[in-house]
C-alpha cells in the first residue's frame, strides 16, 4: 500500500502533544506531488456519558424533541431513547455507548482520527 503523501517534518499547527501521543512521526504530515497538503475534516462531540464512567446515561438517551410545527409533531411518535440497545445516535459506536470522559475511549478515537 503506497501513501498518497511523502512524510515532512512535523507541522507547527498541530500540537506537539497530542501529535506525539497519536501520530507515528513517519505519518504526521504530507505533502502531495502538487504540493497541496490533503485536508481532514472532523466533528468530535464531547456530550456523550454513560453509567460506567458518569454514574447516568447523558445524550445517549436524549428525549425526542417536539416540532415547532404542532400539525407536523401530531404526526410523529413521542419516545425517549432506551440505551444501550437504542441509543440516540445515527450509527451505533463499534466500542458501545462510551462516555467522552473515558480517557481510554478518547485516545483509541484520536488515534482512529490520526489513522484515517
Not at 1 to 17: G, K, M, T, V, W
Request: charged share 25%; proline share 9%; net charge negative.
Amino acid at each position: 500500500h503506497q501513501r498518497l503523501c511523502e512524510s515532512i517534518e512535523s507541522d507547527e499547527a498541530l500540537q506537539p502533544a497530542v501529535e506525539e501521543a497519536f501520530v507515528p512521526k513517519e505519518r504526521r504530515t504530507c505533502i502531495r506531488q502538487d504540493g497541496t497538503r490533503p485536508a481532514v475534516h472532523a466533528a468530535f462531540y464531547l456530550w456523550y456519558g454513560n453509567p460506567e464512567h458518569d454514574g447516568r446515561w447523558i445524550h445517549w438517551n436524549h428525549k425526542v424533541l417536539p416540532h415547532w410545527d404542532k400539525t407536523i409533531d401530531a404526526q410523529h411518535q413521542k419516545f425517549d431513547w432506551t440505551p444501550p440497545e437504542q441509543p440516540h445516535s445515527t450509527f451505533y459506536p463499534v466500542r458501545g455507548t462510551y462516555s467522552s470522559r473515558d480517557p481510554a475511549a478518547l485516545k483509541y478515537q484520536f488515534r482512529e482520527l490520526a489513522e484515517a
